[in-house]
Structures are given as C-alpha cells and as structure tokens.
C-alpha cells in the first residue's frame, strides 16, 4: 500500500493520529481534518516519500507522477520528503510549483495541499504543520470541495483569517 520507509510512514501517522484528528476548540470541536480519521482507518490514505538520494527529483515532480497515475483507490495521497539541509525543495519554491500543479490538474478533479516546515501555518494561533517533513496532500478537488461546503454551516471556520480561508480554501472554488 505504502511506498515510503517505516520512518516516514511512522512519522506522518503519528502526526494524524496525535494532532490531525484530534478534537480541538479552534475547529468547533472536530480534528483540524475532520475526514482524515475515517479515512486512514479504511486504509484509504497512502503515503509516498519521495526520494531523497536523488536531489534531481523534487517534492512536486513526486505529486505530478501521483496526479498523473490517480486512480479512486484513495481519498488521499500524502508524498512526503525528509527536508534536506541544503537550499532545495524550500518553501516558496514547492509553493509555486504546487500551484502550477493546481493548475494543470484542476480539470481532472484533482489538487495539492502543500505543508513545508520552514512556511509555519496558524489557525486560532494552532500550528498546522507537520514541521519534520515537507508534505504535499493529493485529492479529489470536488470531495475536498464537497467537505468543505458541508463544513462551512457549522463553527468549523468560525477562527480562521481571511488569510488562511484565502491560502486553503477559496482559492480551490475560483475558476
């Protein structure tokens, strides 16, 4: 199912189960995801590292092939790379190389979440990021959309700036 190492499957299964899927009052008391529980528990999240002994494969090259080769088995694929210390994969990068991926799938129903560790993300003062691994989240643009719709009449946004609506969500509605 997976195709990363333990480490890295330990790493961002730990991070779901410990935060990701956690009640908390910045949410209207649902997880930050309140779908990703369900879903790894189904077996429908895979997690895919990309390579790190090969610095000529990036982060979104990894998410391309993902994109490319989707099919319905999961309602997530999370590709993950252990940051290197150098200056590769940063943060503005990986975020407009996501974005141009967004836009070259956006009419086959797909998108990328990107998460990087060195691009810290609040809600309600709540830090998102996984903060380890540089992490981008494939799936179905209309079920996120769909989530997010179904989310959007309850408390859920309810300490979100405009900023992170902005960074997160309004952007997938636009055409």
């Not at 330990?10 to 879903?39: I, T």
């Not at 994109?67 to 319905?72: I, P, Q």
């Not at 836009?103 to 560790?117: G, T, W």
């Amino acid at each position: 199912m997976h195709e990363a190492s333990q480490q890295v499957i330990d790493s961002v299964v730990s991070w779901m189960e410990q935060f990701v899927e956690v009640p908390h009052p910045s949410f209207g008391n649902l997880p930050p995801c309140p779908y990703a529980r369900k879903y790894r528990l189904e077996g429908k999240v895979k997690i895919v590292e990309c390579p790190t002994n090969d610095y000529a494969v990036d982060i979104w090259m990894t998410a391309s092939h993902v994109m490319t080769d989707w099919n319905d088995d999961y309602e997530a694929v999370v590709v993950a790379r252990k940051h290197p210390n150098r200056r590769h994969n940063t943060p503005e990068e990986v975020s407009d190389e996501i974005k141009k991926l967004n836009q070259e799938f956006k009419d086959r129903d797909l998108v990328c979440l990107e998460d990087h560790p060195e691009d810290e993300e609040y809600i309600d003062g709540i830090q998102m990021n996984h903060g380890n691994l540089i992490l981008v989240v494939v799936q179905r643009l209309s079920k996120i959309n769909k989530h997010t719709k179904m989310l959007q009449g309850g408390p859920y946004y309810k300490n979100w700036t405009q900023e992170n609506l902005d960074d997160v969500v309004t952007w997938r509605f636009e055409d």
